[in-house]
């Protein structure tokens, strides 16, 4: 991995999987192609993945809120498109997720043309706690 690059989560790494995720990858070179991977495996331990290929800007930079997918599971700009296109890696209908209290982890990556890995990152649990307010009682995820 390339010391230089950095993929950032924001606004954390780890936030509630329907919480809108920034993904910004720094430090490339200018105009340099790359590929943002990211990976899941479900309840039924079936492996899920997406793919899509960004030109950085001229500062080395890419933002999936600002940059289009040139190519991959999506195309054009498409800030979640790294988890809404999430495919199975085997034949299977769809991603298992019986209990929402239980945290879901996504790995990110960046890779060079060639296929080497530059950075990563994970998108897992935050932390679980109670929440009580008058009558309602309920599990909240942080």
Partial sequence: MS???????????????????QVKVAGLRSRQVVTLRARATDE???MFSSMATYKADGS?????????????TYTGVQPMGLLWSMRPDT????????????????????????????ADAEDG??????????????????
């Fill in 3 to 21: 010391s230089q690059v950095r993929l950032r989560l924001l606004p954390r790494a780890r936030c509630m999987f329907d919480e809108p995720l």
């Fill in 44 to 46: 039924k331990g079936v």
């Fill in 60 to 72: 080395g930079e890419v933002d999936l809120q600002r940059d289009p997918s040139l190519s991959g």
């Fill in 91 to 118: 034949l299977h209908k769809m991603f298992t997720k019986t209990c929402s209290l239980n945290p879901q982890v996504v790995k990110f990556s960046v890779h060079e043309e060639e296929g080497g890995m530059l």
């Fill in 125 to 142: 649990p935050g932390c679980l706690t109670r929440l009580e307010k008058g009558c309602v009682q309920a599990p909240k995820m942080l």
